[in-house]
């Protein structure tokens, strides 16, 4: 096997645990923010503040709607 140096050492082991994992922390970072993982809680929350506001908005629609029909 070829090797692109021709020492091994403990430190160089350390180092290349050490970028795999910041490399795979930089990317579950960025998962997490895209909001892409977890459908959990958090995703149902929004979606059931977005149903009351959008019920909400319903309700202030028909108002006008009454109204202007008065008019």
Do not use: P
């Amino acid at each position: 096997m070829m090797h692109y140096y021709n020492t091994f050492s403990l430190f160089d082991l350390f180092l290349e645990v050490l970028l795999i994992l910041l490399v795979v922390g930089i990317v579950i970072f960025f998962i997490n923010k895209s909001g892409f993982a977890g459908a959990g809680a958090a995703s149902n929350e929004k979606l059931v503040s977005m149903e009351k506001d959008v019920a909400e908005i319903k309700k202030t629609v028909e108002e006008i709607k009454e109204k202007l029909e008065e008019i």
